[in-house]
């Protein structure tokens, strides 16, 4: 079938919850993609952050046929082998004792929530129930993450919302000082905000909301869905700011394109969840763990992480030098291969003549346009891009 009959079966048959570009892509190996017709792109969305590795990293498939051959899928009424290592892994390698494991970033920021909540009423006064969240952030699509998530846009016409929710801005330490009450249990924020337009906050911001939350005696829930799992140069991001969060969600890359999400919190916070508090039918299943496990292994062992810190500066770099070209380039920020740069004008006419050049890249907020390719890009395929970047500005 061509492109075109494809799109039309689709707009017939999904739900119009997305706004696509019109190419239909088919196949994946390492940085690039190719659609129905063959044509290659470079691909700097990755899933939105999430294919780290490349596409189709061969240790992963392999981890995903030998484990589908072996066993998919058993209840969380008995114990997972795959799902033992992986979670064992994930500990080693964090702040965390314990992991829960679901599908998706939304699911693992609800449980996130809900975890708040059950460690807040039977560890804390009655009626410290309430979460203070940052506006511009995202956590999700559900109803409680859409109402976690500062943004008007995603909530108007769900109400009515669960309720239990503040707002501060994000970056903003004394908001945040005044807005903590005798109801509240916790704080939620990204450690960078992606969908807000790849915000970094100030060096020392985490920190000081790390030591406000302990003087009150409150829980610090980090969202690292889109910037955990190496994007920054970290394993988490919040290691570069020498802090450790009571809760942390991952989803995006944990499984390198195999929907998994997770939420790992310390022994003391996670001892709030007893059987019987939270569950999930796919949660944790042979075949997500085994993906999971095998993406860990490489992102632990392969120089990826390195990789990242290496080409991230680069890629920041050449990045900057587009500034003096072009001046509708209001600003440029990020780390590792998080990058943004924010515009004086709408992004998508850059992000559609990249497209039609053979790059993927995404426009957040408007005018942001977001950088979030493989972990595993080299200075070559950042030049290459670049030069795309360069031809579609140079037409605005
Ligand atoms: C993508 C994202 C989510 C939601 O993840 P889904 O898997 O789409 O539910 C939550 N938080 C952050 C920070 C994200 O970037």
């Known amino acids: 079938m061509t492109a075109e009959e494809l799109i039309t079966?689709?707009?017939?048959?999904?739900?119009?919850?997305?706004?696509?570009?019109?190419?239909?892509?088919?196949?994946?190996?390492?940085a690039r993609v190719w659609d129905c017709n063959g044509k290659e792109y470079l691909d700097f969305v990755a899933g939105i952050a999430v294919c780290s590795l490349g596409h189709s990293h061969?240790?992963?498939?392999?981890?995903?046929?030998?484990?589908?051959?072996t066993l998919m899928h058993v209840s969380n009424l008995y114990y997972i082998e795959p799902q033992i290592h992986f979670a064992r892994l994930l500990v080693k390698n964090s702040f965390a004792d314990k992991v829960f494991f679901?599908?998706?970033?939304?699911?693992?920021?609800?449980?996130?929530?809900k975890l708040a909540r059950k460690y807040a009423f039977e560890n804390m006064e009655p009626g410290r129930c309430e979460l203070i969240t940052m506006k511009d952030s995202f956590h999700?699509?559900?109803?409680?993450?859409?109402?976690?998530?500062g943004q008007k846009k995603f909530q108007v016409g769900f109400e009515p919302l669960p309720e239990g929710f503040k707002y501060?801005?994000?970056?903003?330490?004394?908001?945040?000082?005044?807005?903590?009450?005798?109801?509240?249990?916790?704080?939620?924020?990204?450690?960078?905000?992606?969908?807000?337009?790849?915000?970094?906050?100030?060096?020392?911001?985490?920190?000081?909301?790390?030591?406000l939350c302990d003087s009150k005696g409150i829980l610090m829930i980090l969202d690292e869905v889109q910037v955990g799992m190496g994007r920054t140069g970290h394993l988490f991001a919040h290691?570069?700011?020498?802090?450790?969060?009571?809760?942390?969600?991952?989803?995006?890359a944990l499984g390198n394109g195999f929907p998994i999400g997770a939420l790992l919190a310390t022994d003391k916070v996670a001892s709030a969840f007893v059987p019987g508090s939270h569950a999930s039918t796919f949660g944790g299943n042979p075949l997500a763990?085994?993906?999971?496990?095998?993406?860990?292994?490489?992102?632990?062992?392969?120089?990826?992480?390195?990789?990242?810190?290496?080409?991230?500066?680069?890629?920041?770099?050449?990045?900057?030098?587009?500034?003096?070209?072009?001046?509708?380039?209001?600003?440029i920020r990020g780390r590792g291969l998080i990058l943004g740069m924010e515009l004086a004008i709408e992004g998508a006419d850059i992000?559609?003549?990249?497209?039609?050049?053979?790059?993927?890249?995404?426009?957040?907020?408007?005018?942001?346009?977001?950088?979030?390719?493989p972990l595993i890009i080299t200075e070559a395929d950042v030049d290459r891009a670049v030069e795309i970047l360069d031809k579609a500005m140079g037409e605005q």
Request: neutral net charge.
């Open 9 to 30: 079966i689709s707009d017939d048959n999904i739900m119009g919850t997305y706004r696509r570009f019109p190419i239909v892509l088919t196949r994946g190996e390492g």
């Open 58 to 69: 061969p240790a992963v498939v392999e981890a995903i046929k030998r484990q589908a051959e």
């Open 102 to 113: 679901c599908n998706s970033g939304a699911e693992a920021n609800e449980g996130a929530i």
């Open 140 to 149: 999700g699509r559900t109803l409680a993450t859409i109402t976690a998530t």
């Open 168 to 211: 501060v801005p994000f970056n903003d330490l004394a908001a945040l000082e005044a807005a903590v009450t005798e109801r509240t249990c916790g704080v939620l924020l990204e450690p960078i905000q992606g969908e807000g337009g790849v915000r970094v906050p100030d060096e020392d911001y985490l920190r000081k909301v790390r030591a």
């Open 239 to 252: 290691e570069h700011n020498g802090v450790k969060p009571d809760i942390m969600t991952l989803a995006k």
């Open 289 to 331: 763990m085994a993906a999971g496990l095998a993406v860990l292994d490489v992102m632990l062992r392969k120089g990826i992480l390195e990789n990242c810190r290496r080409v991230g500066a680069y890629f920041l770099e050449c990045l900057s030098n587009l500034r003096e070209k072009y001046p509708f380039i209001k600003e």
């Open 351 to 373: 992000v559609r003549s990249c497209m039609e050049k053979g790059l993927l890249i995404n426009c957040t907020n408007g005018n942001v346009l977001r950088f979030v390719p």
